[in-house]
């Protein structure tokens, strides 16, 4: 039994650390999350040149033929820098394309979404319905010799950069749409995550390609959406925890810092104690995906559920221990807070996770 | 026990009723002028007629009647239905005037309590600077007297209303050599002098609620100190509590739950109206138990300051139960909203306490909440003041180490 | 408007307080909790001499005439003290026969009861039954001139030394039965509750006598049962903060008293922070039960279901901050966890309560 | 990551199970004698196998095996299948012996260390008193070197196993006027000496697993202390790491936890089965969260180990997790309970971590969630070590004070 990272992937956490802490400045982060786009095209550039966009991809496209806990890992090192853009959506579709494309369709995208030359997102939700395959009411259509999509999506991450939709649609598949193709009216959504900006996009009668294998890849798309939410909350909050005891150490009030309170060691004790465990929850669900088909849909609902819930509260907390200015649009806490936000609700609430798990574990 | 109110004081409310009616919304030649003045002609009516400015010496403009809190609380919701012009509100009428008719010299009284129940002169407060927010007499803007005036440098933040303000009430350090609770004086700052500049401050909700004041060489009357110099500290404590029992105000609470209980039948949990989940019920009725205690509690410190009797420790609980209320409310809001709690909260400006303006709203409150916990003297700070003088458990080994506080 | 006691009030706990404090020491509680009867007849007989028997029994009955908040105000000062015994079956038996008798079954009990001549208790809950009215399965049969009831209940309080029980039957009705009846067979159930000793009590085709207004009186009975539990929590919960704050203020470790750490501080903060306001809730809950008949059923429900969550968790929290020695037998604080306890499931738990308020309030 | 054990290990499986399939039950001639007879017999050859007392020298009785986490994991897994005697349990082997090898004589390592891995002796603590609870260095036991004899006085608590112990392993007061951490001696005191008085202490559960032991006038050979004078409390501190270890044992959780499912399939709430209730599936899909993180936190931590590298600040939390978890499932079991909630604990001894029998045993199951939340060391004093040695906090004012501890 080996319930621990390989030396390549502690290695390729650290990469992704060592290249986020040269490239991605709180500067940076600070100057994306006040401007307009909610992309950093030199970044998202050097992430496709360490190989992290391909991390799932076959290798004979270019991509590096690893696993899901690999791609979790990345997500962590991501959530606890903050780092922006359409990395979820990306993967997401990507691994669509891997489970359910045709050989066409693969060979079409996948050497492009690998490189970075391409981007890719996916749009599931719809307004008044949910996140699973059943609630999908888009609408496939032929016309002529192809299809036709119909349909409204909400919360699509990086919509207005992204080269090619993954899109959910009705009975439970899933189609391509691609952005240069006409019926696409895409509409920013006022989210609450600056750093991973969503749109509403209404596809009418946009010109789409069904995937083949897309009814069989949708829930484990979902799911594995699930586990990368909770390794990027993972990350985040543990970074949380970091930001708040650093504050701790310096905050001087009373003539001492505010570490020396014990009410303040032990609010960071229990923030500590709430999400240092949950790593290996996250891990351990990353890995039931891979290798435990049966466990693998139980546990990314406990994980999203757990890592997201925690990483809320912690990011609160965080707050708190910063007092009045960990509440101010300059304080960089907020970032986590609202991406705390994101992680909760993208992909269905905890309740809603929580809920699913109890019925497959036929309670 | 009995929550009617008594016939004299039904006989009170018909009164003050009837004089709403005569004389609200104005009409004739009450009707004249600005609305401004039309509202400054009914307060001066309605302060000789007792209604308004009760607490307030004749002396100083107001109508200096005996304290009755029922009459108060009558006034209040009668003025409220009305919307007539009542007492002025802020942070002048309620922690200016009250500080002045206690430490101020007459002549500072004369000069500013009757403006500012008259609502014709704005206040803000200058007490937290970057460095000391719970450690409030950290404090470190100086005044030196220099050629017969204060000569004022520092920086004050979370300043609320600092960019209308007439005037800021203001903690200096003025006395560099003595202990940190001993060198500080209560300064009245004119925001038009010099020196004085308003930046806005914004938050995590995107809108900018308070300021930053920047005070450079910022140059203001000697006699502009309330109390004796090195006695700003002591000067400065009432109001802060003052301060608390505002921020701790039940109905606040009970609209806000209520709202929630609106939310859960709006929204949706695993396909069915989010309010017919046992979870979704078991969470509302338990914080029910919390908003109801708050709310009694309340109507039960307000007997008991009617019969002239203090509240005691149920009196420093108001602001940790409230905000702790208001956490409770902001994670199930959370969790009601399901996907759209991926929206970005609204930019409502002044979202303290107010219940949220649709379902973006909730994104708004939830922030909110976690501002509320943090002003006017963080939940550490409040849970000290229970333990120590509601429990009366030993002072901090920090507060020791220090002397007083 | 009066949100507070009377004078008289006001005299009332305060009498019983100087009552319990003189003739209801620790030694005699522990004597009790300790004890084979769980029953202190010396004390019975004080509180009849300070009617508190009769609190609520019409004057012309030999009672006071009282209303509920006044019983109450005496449970919690009672809660407070742990004090033992049949107050909460004898004072809800007395209501029922109140509000449910006729004038016969008053004339014969009413006065006896109220000056302590005579005890009575309830018998609602039946085995994997419930507490409701509408839950109740003993039978009445007609015998002859008179009726008869069979049956079985559990968790019925004092009734080893009851001389008169007031039985819960089908159809939601309520039936007198006398101890010196025959047809009783009573058991002791070994309950959690030392000072409020339980048993089982089979009725045989024990002589039974009908209370012709018992199905109006019997849901109003488990409400005043409701407010009196919570009343007792409210006093037995700031007993334990009192305790808490004592040990808290004596017991040295690290060279101070642990009441100099912040930690333990907080903790007792919190403790008081829960249960002060909640005051407030028990008195209302009582007041509209006498005054507020729409608001009477709901306000009941919550102030149960709030109070007795209260105090089990504060009673939790009392007994870590006295550490190992709060966990010891020898130690009073568990005789108040364990009223706690009681307070918690007796009539029903918090859960089941806040259902009913749920649907009251029409949600 | 790979959760299944290598093909090594599989290996290593094989052969234990051979091994006890030849051995366990004895037959022949093995079987004769009495049951502790067959078992000393059995172990002996379980050490020469390297089965047994692995990480103990031979010269001490023990294989001396090179550490393997994974066997160690394997051989517990087996030999609890096959119910044979492993490794012997309780405080003297865990606690005891790890001291010795560390810090005792070679005399003392050869008198003591073979007999309790055999299982020949057992060992009770004798470390907290009435008076030092978190505060265990404050103790007041006192022994004096009269005659080339340690006389000691003074009292004992929370002492398990007292009455079947042959040894306590003792901390006692010996420099009365060094400071507080450095006047503390670790003494072995024959639990047969006379003055050795053992009186049991009850639970508010009903039942005594603990002990009171009073210390009068006991004489001990001069030569049975661990260590130097005064060197007591570090002699002591690595085996009351083991201990907090041993209490937060995360396999304990899982099996409680799924208690509880079973328990609300076995209830009802609301005229359905409790397991059907949407707050009842939240809360036990919420408490699985952690239940399953402290599980899988303990293989992240077992597989660091095995690669000869610390958990960090992870191995610090396994207690306060437990604890959390336990007090968790006791407040939910409580709600599950319903009316049987009224009924007193069931009278098992023993009751930490055991699961609990029929549904009083979770009202046993409640009350020894708090008993362990208090033993080895408070929930406060856990969240210290957390946040001064896991997240580099500033030590204690009180602490300070003190000066080490």
Known sequence: MNFGLSEEQELLQDTVRRFLEEHWPAKKLRALFDGPSGHDADLWRGMAELGLLGLTVEEKAGGAGLELLDLALVAEVLGSFAAPGPFLGHSLATLALSWGGSEAQKDRWLPRLASGEALATFALLEAGGGWDPAEWGARLLSAGTGLRLSGQKIHVPAAEIADVFVVGVAGGGLALVERAGEGLCIEAIEGVDQTRRVCRVAFEGATADLLPGGNEAAPRVRDAGLVLLAADAFGGASRCVELAVEYAKNRVQFGVTIGHFQAVKHQLANMAVEIEPARSLYWYAAHAFDHLPAESQRHAALAKAHLTDRFMQIARDTVEVHGGIGFTWECDVQIWYKRAMFDRAFLGTPAVHRERAARLAGW | ?405
Chains 1, 3 share one sequence.
């Open chain 2, 1 to 405: 026990m009995d929550l009617r109110y008594s016939r004299e004081y039904e006989e009170y409310r018909r009164e003050v009723r009837e004089f709403l009616k005569g004389h609200w919304p104005p009409s004739g030649e009450a009707a004249q002028g600005s609305q401004a003045e039309q509202a400054a002609r009914f307060r001066a009516l309605a302060i000789q007629r007792g209604y308004v400015a009760r607490s307030i010496p004749a002396a100083y403009g107001g109508s200096e009647q005996p304290p009755d809190v029922l009459k108060a609380v009558i006034i209040a919701e009668e003025f409220g239905r009305a919307r007539a012009p009542a007492d002025v509100r802020g942070i002048g009428a309620s922690m200016l005037v009250p500080t002045l008719l206690e430490h101020g010299r007459e002549d500072q009284k004369l000069r500013f309590i009757p403006p500012t129940i008259r609502g014709e002169m704005q206040w803000c407060q200058g007490y937290s600077e970057p460095g000391s927010g719970s450690d409030l007499a950290s404090l470190k803007t100086r005044a030196e007297l220099i050629d017969g005036e204060w000569v004022v440098n520092g920086q004050k933040i979370w300043t609320s209303g600092a960019q209308i303000a007439h005037y800021m009430f203001c903690l200096c350090r003025t006395e560099p050599g003595a202990p940190k609770h001993a060198g500080i004086s209560y300064l009245l700052i004119d925001m038009k002098s010099p020196g004085v500049e308003v930046r806005p401050l914004r938050q995590m909700t995107g809108t900018a609620d308070f300021n930053e004041v920047f005070l450079t060489n910022v140059r203001i009357p000697a006699d502009h100190i309330v109390g004796k110099r090195g006695e700003g500290w002591t000067v400065s404590r009432s109001t802060l509590k003052h301060e608390r029992n505002m921020i701790g105000d039940a109905a606040g609470s009970r609209v806000l739950f209520e709202g929630l209980v609106r939310l859960a039948r709006e929204t949706k949990r695993n396909g069915k109206r989010a309010i017919d989940d046992s979870d979704v019920r078991q969470q509302l009725a338990a914080l029910e138990g919390y908003v109801l205690s708050h709310q009694y509690s309340g109507y039960r410190q307000l007997t008991l300051a009617a019969r002239g009797k203090d509240a005691g420790i149920a009196g420093m609980m108001n602001k940790l139960t409230s905000t702790n209320i208001g956490h409770s409310v902001a994670r199930l809001a959370l969790d009601l909203l399901g996907d759209e709690g991926l929206l970005a909260p609204t930019n409502e400006a002044r979202g303290i306490r107010l219940l949220p303006r649709g379902h973006a709203g909730w994104i708004t409150q939830n922030m909110w909440s976690l501002g509320v916990a943090i002003a006017g003297g963080s939940a550490n700070i409040q849970r000290n003041v229970i333990a120590e003088r509601g429990l009366g458990l030993p002072r901090d080994f920090a507060a020791q180490r220090e002397g007083s506080r």
